[in-house]
């Protein structure tokens, strides 16, 4: 009986399963032992701010591993025949967010400018130096001979092995104790995620080349943009606003949100969701593809294919967001008061998203002509968790439990009133991107003023009415400005890739309907869109397709 158990087991890789946990749970014991360690072999200071890299580097690795989170739930919720390319979307984001975020995004985010330098030992010779982009990547160094500066391609450093620290001398003031090495990989996970929260929004419908390019110029240049106004130490939102989001609300959701969203209206919904169709860009004289017949029913696009991995995915997510929010503490010590809020505030939006269901229904009824029954579904569950996660991340430094359960109740309640007015406005988000980052990112960002504790980077403000209106205008300001450059570049781009269409030959005549700007968005969307040869079969066919016909798991 034993050994029949064992092959079971075996032939369910549990074994396999049982054995990546292991190696987690000795990751966590010898990251512990090298802690204690660390404090018994070198003096207090080198052994706190040893401790203090080990945490942010486990930090990163959880928002790290937060792509894998993405990427089941993504995959879970579309179509089987587009599995393919929303996991290669997921794996290749992080890999185009790292290499724009080295060159650009980092340094643009974090580097010192030439008016302000921290730090006791910075004379003004050394302020002359730096300038926004920092000792990092290519950027402007001052040349005292000649009195100018000059462009320079690699930065000099002291030692050609190490990684550069000069530049950053701002960002190491409030985060003590920390390498920039350290800081650079979790602030790389952050803004990947910016990145990765749009693929969800424009799954199944958007080309590859398209996303791989927008996710380059978000994380390389939209998103440190913005970031700066809020995170810098000098920042213009921060300093004229005092405008407050502790973890990413509005800096890492709200604008993967809101590039979303462009994203999503631009490229219109998926073939028949809303009665849409791709033909309508095209000339009458291109030949059309029949509709599918799965595609006359509406609830098609709405049911998952596989919940398993979807659930996975928002445990993933779940465990990530506990480094996401406890990451990104400047204290040790206020590590697991954020930890705690951040699972209060989740848990509460999953539940108060399964008991708006009654709203789901009765608005289905009233403006919609297939009316739902009203039973709970494990993909508001799902989103209510997440918007919850999201709405308490701009304050979870810095609130009690009591208020965290309130931003996550509103969180939920958000959730299932946003996923119903994209219906209603017949804007298609496959997976609930928008509602979730983007609606409850702005909660998150305003519920920052319900209550202030005070903590040694933000001072308590008694003014409660003053920060809100703050907080409101500073997201606004974040929103409408990613939202026009998102905007812009999803329309170039697609120009660009419809042109290289047109000189291979593989374009098709459109419509010469309507007014110049009409035209143009409806080239950008021929650009950066899916044929609806590729939309009917499955943007799978993208990628060699592994399937082995000699393998009885596949047929």
């Known amino acids: 009986m034993r050994s029949k158990l064992i092959n079971e087991m075996k032939d369910k890789n549990w074994f396999s399963r049982f054995r990546y946990l292991c190696l987690f749970l000795a990751t966590i014991v010898v990251l512990i032992s090298g802690q204690r360690a660390l404090a018994n072999g070198v003096d207090s200071a ?40 929303v996991l290669a979307k997921n794996l290749i984001v992080f890999c185009v967010a790292a290499i724009a975020f080295w060159f650009f995004g980092f340094g643009l985010m974090f580097g010192d400018n030439q008016y302000h330098s921290c730090g006791e030992n910075v004379n003004q010779n050394e302020q002359k130096i730096v300038t926004y982009w920092g000792h990092f990547s290519p950027g402007t160094e001052y040349n005292e001979s000649e009195q100018k500066s000059q462009f320079i391609l690699l930065p000099k450093k002291d030692n050609p092995l190490g990684f550069p620290e000069e530049g950053f001398s701002c960002l190491q003031s409030e985060w003590k104790n920390r390498s920039i090495a350290s800081l650079f990989f979790f602030q790389l996970a952050f803004a990947a995620t910016a990145a990765t929260i749009v693929s969800g929004a424009v799954a199944e419908r958007i080309s590859f080349w398209a996303f791989f ?119 040790l010590q206020d590590v697991g008061h954020i930890i705690i809020v951040t699972i209060m505030s989740a848990a509460t939006g999953g539940i108060v998203a399964i008991l708006s269901t009654p709203i789901t229904a009765l608005w289905s009824q009233t403006f919609e002509k297939n009316p739902e029954t009203g039973k709970p579904e494990l993909l508001s569950l799902i989103n209510g968790i997440l918007g919850g996660l999201v709405g308490v991340t701009a304050s979870s430094a810095y609130i009690d439990v009591p208020i965290a359960i309130l931003i996550g109740a509103v969180s939920g309640f958000i959730v299932t009133l946003g996923s119903l007015l994209l219906r ?35 001072q ?9 209106g703050n907080q409101i205008l500073g997201w606004l300001i974040v929103f409408t400005v990613v939202f026009v450059l998102s905007w812009i570049v999803w329309v170039i ?38 044929t609806p040869e590729q939309e009917k079969e499955g943007s799978d066919g993208f990628w060699v397709n592994p399937k082995n016909p000699k393998n009885p798991r596949d047929e």
């Open 46 to 85: 080198n052994s706190f701010a040893a401790v203090d890299n080990i945490w942010l580097l486990l930090a990163g690795a959880l928002v790290f591993f937060m792509n894998a989170g993405f990427a089941l739930l993504e995959a879970g919720l579309c179509r089987k025949n587009n599995s393919i390319n």
């Open 213 to 331: 390019w927008f996710s380059f110029i978000l994380v390389g240049f939209l998103y440190p943009i913005t970031g700066h106004w809020v995170w810098s130490k000098y920042g213009v939102l921060r300093q004229a606003l005092n405008f407050k989001d502790f973890a990413g609300s509005t800096v890492v959701h709200t604008v993967g949100g809101t590039a979303a969203l462009a994203g999503a209206i631009l490229l219109k919904p998926r073939w028949n969701r809303f009665g849409y169709d791709p033909h309508e860009d095209l000339d009458r004289s291109v030949a059309r593809e029949k509709l599918p017949s799965e595609f006359e029913q509406q609830n098609y696009f709405t049911y998952p294919s596989d919940l398993t991995s979807a659930t996975l995915g928002c445990f993933i997510l779940w465990l990530g967001w506990l480094g996401f929010n406890g990451g990104s503490a400047r204290e």
């Open 424 to 458: 209603l406005w017949k804007i298609d988000d496959p997976v609930g991107a928008i509602p979730v980052h983007l609606f409850c990112g702005c909660w998150g960002t305003l519920a920052v003023s319900l209550s202030l504790q005070g903590t040694e980077v933000y």
């Open 493 to 530: 781009i697609g120009g660009i890739l419809y042109s290289f269409d047109m000189i291979i030959g593989n374009s098709r005549e459109l419509s010469k309907k309507g007014n110049f700007l009409a035209k143009v968005h409806r080239i950008a969307r021929q650009g950066i869109r899916v």
């Open 460 to 468: 308590k403000n008694d003014n409660v009415l003053r920060q809100l």
